[in-house]
């Protein structure tokens, strides 16, 4: 168990709708990443948010969105949904030691979209 | 294309006996990461390496980042079966951009 939470463990629903995802970080952790799993485009990662702030962006599509809550969990938003959104995703939270970033990575949402 | 490449693709050896993975850059990595994932899982941290030349141990893995800080290796001496799994490479590659590597697939036979 790495102490990070993602709910729900499991999303099925229809193409055009909108899910939100969460996630709760280790205690004490501000750093969260949200990453994408999927069979043809690997693991790709999506947004990182630290202590409320985005800190850094990558594949994520503009149908997505992600905010910090004061509290530190994270929600990824994804919205008009299609087919291909179909994927594991993943949260993780991090702690920095000197120069070493550890991530810890929730047990992810297997999201379907029929 | 990857940006991060990984080989082999899959692999399969007998417990007790080691094992390379390599993972490959096109371009300066600035951090490597090392993932252990067991299928549909989450991923597991195993190191993460930053200088050239730089290497560390956890319990029977090894990863070293080569001196160009384009190339990592993988090494798992005395192989059991739990440490079958996908490992998987990733990496800061500059201006925000984190990728990673298609992932190894490993068996380890008993």
């Known amino acids: 168990d790495s102490g990070v939470t993602q709910t729900p463990k499991h999303l099925i629903t229809a193409t055009g709708q909108r899910v939100t995802l969460r996630c709760s970080p280790r205690?004490?952790?501000?750093?969260v990443y949200w990453y994408q799993q999927s069979l043809d485009q690997g693991l790709q990662f999506l947004i990182q948010?630290?202590?409320?702030?985005?800190?850094a962006k990558g594949n994520i599509l503009e149908r997505f969105s992600a905010q910090q809550f004061p509290d530190l969990h994270s929600e990824l938003n994804l919205s008009s949904l299609e087919l291909g959104d179909s994927a594991l995703y993943f949260c993780a939270s991090s702690v920095v030691d000197g120069e070493v970033e550890t991530q810890y990575f929730g047990p992810g949402t297997r999201l379907l979209v029929l | 294309s990857q940006e991060l490449e990984q080989s082999p693709q899959s692999l399969i050896v007998q417990e007790g006996k080691n094992l390379t993975i390599n993972c490959t850059s096109s371009k300066t990595l600035y951090g490597l990461y090392w993932y252990k994932q067991k299928y549909g899982e989450g991923l597991i941290f195993l190191m993460m390496l930053q200088k050239g030349g730089e290497e560390k141990s956890h319990e029977k893995i090894t990863a070293k980042l080569d001196e160009k800080k384009q190339q990592s290796s993988l090494h798992i001496t005395a192989s059991q079966p739990s440490h079958a799994g996908i490992y998987l490479c990733g990496a800061d590659i500059g201006g925000q951009n984190f990728v990673f590597g298609p992932g190894t697939r490993l068996s380890v036979l008993p």
């Open positions: 948010y630290y202590n409320g702030e985005e800190r």
């Open positions: 205690s004490g952790d501000l750093s």
